[in-house]
């Protein structure tokens, strides 16, 4: 790719491997029945949006759940275990080849979080890369939770570029979702939807002549 100088991550799909199926699977035996429309890759239940914007707590995520499920005994370990099944891990060499990026653009991370899946995710870096968060591997990495806005709306890229002086027209997203990857073409950016698998990350950058 021509005049790229900055290049912003999304995380799920693109560096850390998720399955929704896994968590569909989960959904259904905690009672939501129709579990493949309530949480999906294109769309979800508004509950998913809250949360990912900190428009709600953990707690009351849990109870939106449990109202789903029409089932109010439900603990939370059982939600937060059915919604952390979502999380299966790094590829082997992903962060190296984050690393290799950073050499050569300036890098961002932008990714729909939520408070429970930050904390996994934070426990899992820990335990397998002795990395306390992602902060090595980027310049800055933003959450959604963290901003109250999350993609695809055009205003989170705009924060993303206006904070760090970025030039959409030399700037790079790359993201698994194409609904993402619109809204960050309303904010002039340029895009590469991540159709591979995680581990495929450096051969796509190849392909693409980014690496």
Known sequence: MQNIKNIIFDYGNVIFEIDFKRTQDALMQ??????????????HHSLFNDFE??????AEFRTGIREAAGNKNLTDEEID????????????????????????YRTFLLSNNNET???????????????DDNSSLFEKAYFSQHMFLRKPN???FEQVIRENGLNPSETLFIDDSPQHIEGAKLAGLNTLLMTRHPRDLEQVLIDH???
Do not use: C
């Not at 190296?96 to 950073?102: C, F, T």
């Not at 899946?117 to 990395?131: A, D, G, P």
């Open 30 to 43: 905690l009672g939501i029945k129709n579990s493949t429309e309530f949480f999906a890759h294109k769309s």
């Open 53 to 58: 914007t900190a428009t709600i707590t953990p």
């Open 81 to 104: 275990a059915a919604w952390n099944s979502l999380l299966i891990g790094v590829p082997p060499g992903i962060h190296d080849v984050l690393l290799k990026v950073k050499l050569k």
């Open 117 to 131: 899946h930050y904390l996994y995710i934070s426990e899992y870096l820990k335990k397998e890369f002795n990395m």
């Open 154 to 156: 055009v205003e989170i």
């Open 209 to 211: 002549q980014i690496l």
